[in-house]
């Protein structure tokens, strides 16, 4: 199932394929659908609805997705996950998109901790100001 997640071209109809014949929605699976930077919004989607959980493992590959993280993140922030130090650090680690996730991430409540501005350095390349 994870490899099926991780599937950037048709990987949502392989999922359902697979969870049509059994497959299980764990968070392994959940994490891989979320670093998806092709169809990861439409793969997580689908996984929410057989009952996939955000965990905290879950939004930090979401917030590392350097091609959708944004939707994927915003998504799982909208089904009740939580912004915490790990997943504000794997935005500020985000090369593509890390902007645009650790704004969406500080405007839900994430802070600029020692971890995370220790990613200083990456938040400054990426246009963001750290006061």
Excluded at 31 to 48: D, H
Excluded at 71 to 81: P, S
């Amino acid at each position: 199932m994870s490899a099926a997640a991780g599937n950037r071209e048709c990987g949502k109809e392989v999922i359902e394929l697979l969870l049509e014949r059994g497959g299980e929605v764990t968070e392994a699976v959940m994490s891989a659908a979320a670093r998806n930077g092709g169809c990861g919004k439409e793969v997580t989607e689908l996984f929410l609805e057989r009952g996939g959980e955000v965990t905290e493992a879950v939004m930090s590959a979401a917030a590392r997705n350097g091609g959708c993280g944004k939707e994927v993140t915003e998504l799982f922030l909208d089904r009740g996950g939580e912004v915490t130090e790990a997943v504000m650090s794997a935005a500020a680690r985000n090369g593509g998109c890390g902007k645009e996730v650790t704004e969406l991430l500080l405007d839900r409540g994430g802070e600029v901790t020692e971890d995370v501005g220790s990613k200083e350095v990456h938040l400054v390349d990426q246009g963001i100001a750290i006061d």
